[in-house]
């Protein structure tokens, strides 16, 4: 499957040399960056300019979940082009109406609203302004395990490191310990034990802090980067409840676990809960065309029939991006993709993910569902001592680095994040590509175990 796309651009050869001059990168030191130029990506594989092929087992930035360069998604975006290109925010527009119509069709309860965003950090700004104008309250609580998004509340109400360098920031962004029973924050050792002692943190924290000053809980339905970490069973539904007594709005952060990564439309479903807002954008068109949005209760939404919305964007609702929500909810109803990434989660992905944790004595836990896995990697079995401090970098990063070389040279490229590899392919990746990924990190996986201690 690999092609070299160097006759078709022109600029490929100077990609490297042009990036290292002129590109500015997320997140990082500019001085120590080396990228692999991709040149070319087709299904559940990338490739470079050189000819080298990976399966991409992070599906970039865990939003590719229809895979690379899906013809018919590719050809709903260039029917669309050839259309109508853009158009502002306050015309209608056919598929703008019909991305919220089905978008409002898959979400639960009376979410049937939608504002489009450019992506997810926008997503969260809007959902918490609208929260909140509805609750006339400022206040916003979120878990320290989490992400979301890099601008100004959204980073705020990020708990993990990326929110370190833009402190100080708005007040009222209050944190709280959300469940993860391999590192219980209250010494739980049952998941019913961690669901009920988690949510009785959480009550405890929201009466010290003035439960009718708080107009929000934001939390990522299943939490991404920061773990993988899938909510005890009866954790969302406590949430929601004590939401509920309070009159506080329930936001679930599904930018990442939504749209089938969960083996769901929506990760909520799995535990038939309602949140008052959705937030969404990486799967909901695969990232083909950047976009995200707020998914909005009635009764939200009502608050503004008379009153004005404080917030727009003038890509909010772009042809080109709710062309290719369209197009990508239609195809993942015609191939069953939800399902597939369900399955693959039960049948294979997981199974497999056991059998390397059997073989290697580096892999402490491995946790996930549908096509969203966490291989959490340890120097220790016993205490638990990660393989890398929380927030490594430099050389008390070098086993996670060396790791993520053994993977890519066996062919497979994860996402990696503090003492974590994260296995997170396409959704329409298939049961034999998954087995190849994972027995190329089973095999990189001795690396690791190099660095076990006990
Ligand atoms: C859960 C979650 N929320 C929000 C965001 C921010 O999305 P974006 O990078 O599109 O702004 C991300 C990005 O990774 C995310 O994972």
Known sequence: MTQLDTSISPYLASAFANDR???????????????????????????????????????????????????????????????????????????RSEAARLITELAPGDLDMVFFTNGGTEAIENAVRLARGHTGRYKVLSTYRSYHGATGTSIQLTGDPRRWGNEPGMPGAVKFWGPYLYRSAFHATTPAEECERALEHLANVLMVEGPRTIAAITLE???????????????????????????????????????????????????????????????????YIPVGGVIIKRAIADTYRDKVFPGGLTYSGHPLACASIVASIGIFKEEKIVENARKLGADVIGPE?????????????????????????????????????????????????????????????????????????????????????????????EVADRYVTD
Not at 359 to 375: N, Y
């Open 21 to 95: 001059a002129h590109v500015f990168h997320s997140w990082s030191a500019q001085g120590a960056l080396n990228p692999a130029v991709i040149a070319g990506a087709r299904g559940s594989r990338i490739w470079d300019d050189q000819g080298t092929t990976w399966l991409d087992f992070s599906s970039q930035l865990v939003n590719v979940n229809i895979g690379h360069q899906h013809p018919k998604l590719v050809a709903a975006i260039q029917e669309q082009a050839g259309r109508l290109c853009t158009i502002a925010p306050f015309h209608a527009n056919d598929m």
């Open 221 to 287: 339905t299943v939490v991404g980067t920061n773990g993988i970490l899938v909510p005890p069973d009866g954790y969302l539904a406590g949430v929601r409840k004590l939401c509920d007594e309070h009159g506080i709005m329930m936001i679930c952060d599904e930018v990442m676990a939504g749209f089938g990564r969960c083996g769901e439309w929506f990760a909520v479903d799995r535990w038939k809960v309602t949140p008052d807002l959705i937030t969404f954008a990486k799967g909901s068109n695969s990232g």
């Open 353 to 445: 993910l056991e059998k390397i944790m059997a073989r290697h004595p580096s892999v402490g836990e491995v946790r996930g569902l549908g096509v969203f896995w966490a291989i959490e990697l340890v120097r220790d079995r016993k205490t638990r001592a990660p393989l890398v401090p929380f927030n490594a970098s430099g050389a008390d990063a070098k086993p996670m680095v060396e790791l993520m070389g053994a993977c890519k040279a066996n062919g497979v490229w994860p996402f990696a994040h503090f003492n974590r590899l994260q296995v997170t392919p396409p959704c329409t990746i298939t049961a034999d590509e998954a087995r190849e990924g994972l027995a190329g990190i089973d095999k990189a996986l």
